[in-house]
């Protein structure tokens, strides 16, 4: 996911020491130099951190904070002020409107990198001409963790994954692993006694090999205290106990920058086909439905106008799955794109049973909904040369 930040401030020093702090990783830069145009950018474009400052002209910082947080659609934003020395004390006081962090200036470009990692999941950006990453390919994640049951929870909730769980149970073990393997995940229970949880963080933290790696903390759910604290020291994220597996390969592939496109989307010939899988929580049809413009928007820029939705392994037909189909087909349209739907007959009789997916056609084969799409590519008018 390619994270959009948005920094505010009246110095185009500070904005262009901002973009060069942050042009080694997977996100988008996008500026305001006051807050009455950071307000106008950020409706605008709905960024996922603001770097805000606290003293400009036409809106100070403070100012476009407290509008920020009366506005419903924008009050869920994390913020991260910038502030003169002098400033300090009046962004100690502003912290109750809801300010996530803050840093004095002058600073370092790294503690300004480090800071927004703890609000999001920055992930390098990947050499020139390297392939992408994906979400079949091999990792190693270290588990440290000494209670069997929530290991085996672990393992057997990502086992389907082609990543290799690594298990420590104390620092020694947690520590030769990362000198000799270091991983590309790790997740350390909070549960561990004397405070050995933070401790190797911190070892992790400052061991150039691991100091960008993602960092979760397994806290229990009910243990609110315990989440913030890991927040505040700098973990990643949470894994809370119980475990809900996957959420939490989904923040996994999140962390690692991992294109998970590949769980739905497949070039087949001249076409593209979405396919769901037999078990789809809504957060995978959501991630679906994410990814359904910018790929058919690939393939037809790549000349293949087809598109086939695949509900074939679907034993039930959750109203989250109706909506991404009636989604395909408006977003074929729009982009100049033929679709087919492909169904078992269940899923084409609960189709049927719906007013919003009544007049859907379904075929019963991928090869015969690939077989309908190459005919009226055929049969399709043709313009008479100018």
């Not at 929870?153 to 149970?169: E, S």
């Not at 809370?240 to 592939?253: D, F, R, V």
Request: a neutral charge; charged letters at 25%; one cysteine or more.
């Amino acid at each position: 996911m390619r994270y959009k930040i948005l920094t505010v401030d009246d110095s185009k020093t500070v904005r262009i020491i901002v973009r060069k702090a942050f042009r080694g990783f997977d996100c988008e830069i996008i500026e305001a130099s006051n807050g009455a145009e950071g307000l106008t950018v950020a409706a605008k474009e709905s960024p996922d951190l603001i770097l805000l400052d606290v003293t400009m002209p036409v809106m100070d910082g403070v100012e476009m904070l407290s509008k920020l947080k009366a506005t419903p659609a924008l009050k869920g934003i994390p913020v991260i002020m910038l502030t003169a020395e002098g400033g300090r004390d009046n962004v100690l006081k502003i912290a109750k409107i809801g300010v996530r962090d803050y840093l004095v200036k002058p600073f370092k470009e790294e503690v300004l990198v480090e800071k927004a990692r703890r609000v999001i999941d920055l992930a390098p950006l990947a050499a020139e001409g390297a392939r992408a990453r994906t979400i079949f390919d091999p990792a190693d994640i270290l588990l440290v963790e000494d209670k069997p049951a929530i290991v085996q929870q672990f393992k057997d909730g990502l086992k389907h994954t082609p990543w290799k769980i690594h298990v420590a149970t104390t620092q020694l073990e947690a520590t030769e692993i990362m000198a000799h393997t270091p991983p590309d995940v790790m997740a350390i229970s909070l549960s561990l006694t004397d405070d050995f949880a933070f401790t190797l963080f911190r070892i992790a933290r400052t061991n150039p090999k691991s100091k960008l790696m993602p960092i979760f903390a397994l806290v229990p759910k009910v243990d609110l205290q315990q989440q913030q604290q890991a927040q505040t020291v700098g973990f990643n994220g949470v894994f809370a106990t119980p475990l809900a597996m996957p959420e939490i390969e989904n923040k996994i592939a999140k962390a690692m920058n991992l294109d998970t496109s590949l769980r739905y989307y497949a070039i087949e010939g001249d076409a593209l086909v979405l396919r769901m899988a037999e078990n789809c929580p809504p957060a995978r049809v959501t991630e679906a439905a994410n990814f359904l413009k910018p790929k058919l928007a690939e393939a037809a820029e790549a000349g293949r106008k087809k598109l086939i939705v695949d509900l074939n392994a679907l034993t039930v037909l959750p109203l989250a799955v109706v909506k991404l189909l009636l989604l395909a087909v408006k977003t074929a349209g729009e982009l100049g794109a033929r679709v087919a739907l492909v169904a078992n007959a269940k899923i084409a009789a609960d189709a049927k049973n719906s007013d919003e997916t009544r007049s859907l056609v379904f075929h019963d084969s991928l090869e015969n909904a690939k077989a309908s799409l190459s005919m009226a590519t055929e049969n399709a008018p043709q313009l008479a040369p100018s």
